[in-house]
C-alpha cells in the first residue's frame, strides 16, 4: 500500500476585539516506510504483568530497552497515576480497568515512548484469568517533539 501520505495542521483563532476569524494550515509530507522507524536499533517495547490481592493491585514492568534508565507513566484507568517502575495501587472496587504503561527512552538528541495497555480486574488471579484478553497492545511514538 501507499506509505508517503501529507499531514496537514489546521489553527483557528478568533479575535474578540475585531470579531474576526484567522486560519492558518500547514502541511508536510510524512513517509511511514522510507526511513523506517528510526527507533528500532532502540528496542523499545512496553510490557507489564500484575497480580492482586483483592482491590489492591501490583504492576511489574517487563519492558525491554537498549537504553538506560527508562521513565514511567502508568494510567490505573480510575484516575490514578504513577511513575514508579512497579507500582501498587487501590481500586475503589472490583471492576475491570484499563491500564497503559508509558515507557520512554531518551537517546541524547530525541526521545522515544512505547505504549502497552491491558485490561485488568482487581480480584482476580492476574492477566491469565481475564478471560479472552490478549497480552496487551503496544504503540511507538516518535519523535517526542519539544
Keep these: 500500500g501507499p506509505t508517503l501520505f501529507q499531514a496537514c495542521l489546521t489553527v483557528w483563532a478568533w479575535d474578540l476585539f475585531t470579531q474576526d476569524t484567522c486560519f492558518a494550515t500547514s502541511c508536510q509530507l510524512v513517509d511511514l516506510v522510507g526511513q523506517g522507524d528510526p527507533f528500532d536499533s532502540l528496542g523499545l517495547v512496553a510490557d507489564f504483568t500484575w497480580m492482586s490481592q483483592g482491590t489492591v493491585v501490583m504492576f511489574e514492568d517487563l519492558s525491554q530497552s537498549a537504553v538506560?534508565?527508562?521513565?514511567?507513566?502508568?494510567?490505573?484507568?480510575?484516575?490514578?497515576?504513577?511513575?514508579?517502575?512497579?507500582?501498587?495501587?487501590?481500586?475503589?472496587?472490583?471492576?475491570?480497568?484499563?491500564?497503559?504503561?508509558?515507557?520512554?527512552?531518551?537517546?541524547?538528541?530525541?526521545s522515544c515512548f512505547a505504549v502497552s495497555c491491558q485490561l485488568v480486574s482487581p480480584g482476580s488471579n492476574g492477566p491469565q484469568a481475564v478471560a479472552g484478553m490478549g497480552s496487551g497492545t503496544t504503540l511507538k511514538v516518535w519523535p517526542n517533539p519539544t
Design 68 to 110: 538506560q534508565p527508562l521513565s514511567y507513566f502508568w494510567e490505573f484507568g480510575d484516575g490514578g497515576l504513577s511513575t514508579d517502575p512497579d507500582p501498587a495501587h487501590t481500586y475503589p472496587d472490583t471492576a475491570s480497568y484499563q491500564v497503559c504503561l508509558w515507557v520512554g527512552a531518551w537517546t541524547g538528541t530525541d
